[in-house]
Structures are given as C-alpha cells and as structure tokens.
C-alpha cells in the first residue's frame, strides 16, 4: 500500500515537499516514485528512484527543480519540488515497481496510490 501526502496550494517559485509512505511491500525491492496527471490530460512521469542502490530518473521538464529521496527506516519516499511553476499544477500519485523500472514506465508499475493535489498559482 502506499500513501501519498504533502499536496497543496503555492505561489509560483515556491516549495512542497510530497510524502509517499509504503507498507506492505519490501521496501527495498522496488522502484518508487511520482507520475501526475491533469484532467484531460495523459500521465506524465515525474520521478523515480530505485531504493536499493539510488538510481533516479528524472523527467525533463522538471530537472534540476525537483528532488528524489528515500528514507529507508521510514519506508518513505519523498520529493522534494522547488520552484513550482503553474505548469506543474496537478494530481501527483506515488508508484512502486520492480527495481529496474526507473523510468517513465506508468503501465509496468504494481502499485499506486491516491493522489494528492498540487496547486500552483501565478
């Protein structure tokens, strides 16, 4: 089960931090991370991180804004986003796959969360 956290409204230039807790699951064999999606929309992949050895994956449109991280003794994954702009305005739900899946691969992931809403106003 993973349960996602840490949405909300923010000015653009802005930060969040999102949660993704895990239970249920060997933390350490999976590849966890975010994929968000506007109504009307396809998902995107956002981020990834395989929890055995740190590998991350990154969507280009939100390089070097948004941050990837796990806390093991947590079961926790979060992602850190910095400078939030509208464009990033939308549903972010949390995934977990096998480890090598540390990438865009949405339909290949095993188990998803609810989503949490991330606002972002201009």
């Known amino acids: 089960q993973l349960q996602a956290s840490g949405g909300g409204l923010v000015q653009a230039g802005g930060s969040l931090r999102l949660s993704c807790a895990a239970s249920?699951?060997?933390?350490?064999?999976?590849?966890i991370g975010w994929f968000r999606q506007v109504p009307g929309k396809e998902r995107e992949g956002v981020s990834m991180?395989?929890?055995?050895?740190?590998?991350?994956w990154y969507a280009d449109s939100i390089k070097g804004r948004f941050t990837i991280s796990s806390d093991n003794a947590k079961n926790t994954v979060y992602l850190q986003m910095n400078n939030l702009k509208p464009d990033d305005t939308a549903v972010y739900y949390c995934?977990?796959?096998?480890?090598?899946?540390?990438?865009?691969?949405?339909?290949?992931?095993?188990?998803w969360g609810k989503g949490t809403l991330v606002t972002v106003s201009s």
């Open positions: 995934a977990a796959g096998l480890a090598i899946l540390v990438g865009p691969y949405g339909n290949d992931l095993d188990y």
């Open positions: 249920g699951l060997k933390f350490d064999d999976y590849a």
């Open positions: 991180i395989a929890i055995s050895d740190g590998t991350t």
